[in-house]
C-alpha cells in the first residue's frame, strides 16, 4: 500500500511528518524554559527568607547579648546583610510572667511590601535589671 505524499522508493519524512515533530520540540523545550524559570525565581525567594531570617536571628541575638531589658514598644531600622539592604521592624511586648517579654521581628526588602520573614522570640529578664 502506497503512502500519501511519498515518492515511491523514498525513505524521508514528509513536510507533515517534520512539522508535528517540531511542534511536539517546542512544546516540550517551552515547557523546560518555564520549569528553569520557576526553578530559578523560587531559589531567589528561599535565598532572602533565609537571609530576612538571619537577619530577624540577629536582632534577637543582639537583644539577649544586651545587658539592659528592651523597652516595651515598636522600632524600626534598616541593616545590611549579605549585600543587601533590609528593613526591620521589632514589636517588644510585656507577657503574663513580669521577667519575661516576647519580641516580635519582621525584615523586608526595601521597596517591597510585607515582610519576607518573621520571627516571635520570648526574652528573660536579664540578670540584675530591675524595671
Same mark, same amino acid.
Do not use: C
Given at each position: 500500500m502506497?503512502?500519501?505524499?511519498r *515518492? $515511491? @522508493?523514498s525513505?524521508?519524512f514528509? %513536510?507533515i511528518?517534520? =512539522?508535528?515533530?517540531?511542534a511536539?520540540?517546542? *512544546?516540550?523545550? @517551552?515547557? =523546560?524554559?518555564? &520549569?528553569?524559570?520557576?526553578?530559578?525565581?523560587?531559589?531567589? !525567594? %528561599?535565598r532572602?527568607?533565609t537571609?530576612? +531570617?538571619?537577619?530577624?536571628?540577629? %536582632?534577637?541575638?543582639?537583644?539577649? %547579648?544586651r545587658?539592659d531589658w528592651? #523597652? /516595651?514598644?515598636?522600632?524600626?531600622? &534598616?541593616t545590611?546583610?549579605?549585600g543587601?539592604?533590609w528593613?526591620w521592624n521589632q514589636? /517588644?511586648e510585656?507577657?503574663?510572667? @513580669?521577667? *519575661?517579654?516576647r519580641?516580635? /521581628?519582621?525584615?523586608?526588602r #526595601?521597596? +517591597?511590601?510585607g &515582610?519576607v520573614?518573621?520571627? /516571635?522570640? !520570648? =526574652?528573660p529578664? $536579664? $540578670? @540584675?535589671v530591675?524595671e
Open positions: 502506497k503512502s500519501a505524499g *515518492i $515511491p @522508493g525513505k524521508g514528509t %513536510l511528518e517534520v =512539522l508535528v515533530a517540531l511536539v520540540i517546542t *512544546i516540550a523545550l @517551552g515547557a =523546560l524554559i518555564r &520549569a528553569g524559570a520557576d526553578a530559578s525565581a523560587n531559589a531567589n !525567594y %528561599l532572602d527568607k537571609f530576612a +531570617h538571619w537577619v530577624a536571628w540577629n %536582632l534577637v541575638a543582639e537583644q539577649q %547579648l545587658l528592651a #523597652p /516595651v514598644g515598636r522600632s524600626d531600622g &534598616a545590611e546583610f549579605a543587601r539592604n528593613n514589636l /517588644v510585656a507577657t503574663g510572667d @513580669g521577667d *519575661i517579654r519580641v516580635t /521581628v519582621g525584615v523586608e #526595601p521597596g +517591597h511590601t &515582610a520573614a518573621s520571627l /516571635v522570640a !520570648y =526574652l529578664r $536579664p $540578670p @540584675g530591675r
